[in-house]
């Protein structure tokens, strides 16, 4: 894809300003100028001149929410609408997470109280499923903790990396099988490692539990047709692209719109949260992930992250 279509496919528009006049330059750009046109019923160019007067970074119309960006001649304006939705969602889990430790460990312990007394059969099973199910709940518990954490950046290389999360998945499934084609010049990337580990761990399993015997096709290499640049600064930085394309079935075109939504799953032991996790860590990168699905053949996952990593960005 090139850079245009990646930026309507992400939904950001852009635009080139000077003069007092703001052009879009895509087709995401025209629609958020006939949004605010038709929904605010004002001149879509004297309004957006006035947020950067203004220096106002978020902005709502048509119950869409976005963000603003803007350097010396370009604009990008940012649709943030699943991104607030999300947070709003996470607030409430943190919540739920600490409403939920203080009963599980009081369950957790009673439960073994039981199982060491052995009073019989019956009543050790229940305490072994009793400890098995609580176990669970405190690894959707770790999970979704992860999220809340600030992120330690570091270097991973690149080609180690990989391997962990193919031995891991092999361990799990030694039914999928994985090519890989990684650029010979990216030895390293920058990042927080188990987030990131998490972040891909997630989207791998994913595909492995549609199809156990799936085929996995992981890619890695330097998109220098879209960089980022770091707030505050004039440094930029290329973008990493990562592909994974499996052969587990694809995704039905009813699921398409909700399958990084919190606790949604198609699976009937899916908990829901694997993608809305893996979306969450890479955003908090500074990168976005989208995906194409073709139902009855396999999906493939697009995943931008930056190359060096800064403190914040914006897209260039």
């Known amino acids: 894809m090139d850079i245009v279509g990646d930026l309507d496919f992400l939904r950001i528009g852009r635009f080139i300003f000077n003069n007092d006049k703001v052009t879009p330059l895509n087709n995401y750009g025209e629609f958020i100028f006939n949004l605010i046109a038709i929904n605010l019923r004002e001149d879509p160019n004297s309004f957006v001149i006035k947020k950067i007067s203004t220096n106002s970074k978020v902005f709502e119309v048509g119950g869409y929410k976005y963000g603003l960006c803007a350097n010396d001649s370009e604009l990008f304006i940012l649709d943030l609408t699943d991104y607030f ?10 919540a739920l997470q600490h409403e939920i430790k203080n009963p599980l ?6 439960s073994q109280i039981l199982k060491n007394r052995d009073i019989d059969e019956f009543v050790s099973k229940s305490a072994e499923i009793i400890q098995k199910e609580s176990g669970r709940i405190k690894n959707i518990l770790d999970g979704l903790s992860i999220l809340h954490r600030d992120l330690i950046v570091e270097k991973i290389f690149l080609r180690k990396f990989i391997d962990d999360l193919i031995s891991s998945i092999s361990s799990i499934n030694d039914c999928v099988e994985f090519s890989v084609d990684v650029d010979p010049e990216l030895i390293y990337i920058y990042g927080d490692s188990e987030h990131l580990y998490r972040s891909f761990f997630n989207i791998l399993k994913n595909s492995c539990d549609a199809m156990p015997n799936t085929k996995i096709r992981i890619s890695v290499s330097i998109d220098t047709s879209l960089k980022i640049r770091y707030k505050g600064s004039n440094s930029y930085s290329y973008m990493l692209r990562f592909i994974i394309s499996d052969t587990s079935g694809g995704i039905k075109d009813c699921d398409i719109d909700r399958i990084f939504n919190p606790f949604f799953s198609t699976k009937s032991k899916g908990i829901g949260l694997g993608l809305f996790i893996a979306r969450t860590i890479i955003e908090k990168h500074g990168g976005r992930i989208y995906f194409n699905s073709n139902f009855g053949v396999g999906t493939t996952f697009y995943i931008l992250l930056p190359l060096n990593q800064g ?4 897209y260039d």
């Open 85 to 94: 939705s999300d947070i709003n969602n996470f607030i409430d889990l943190i």
């Open 105 to 110: 460990t009081v369950i957790d312990g009673a």
């Open 311 to 314: 403190d914040g960005v914006c």
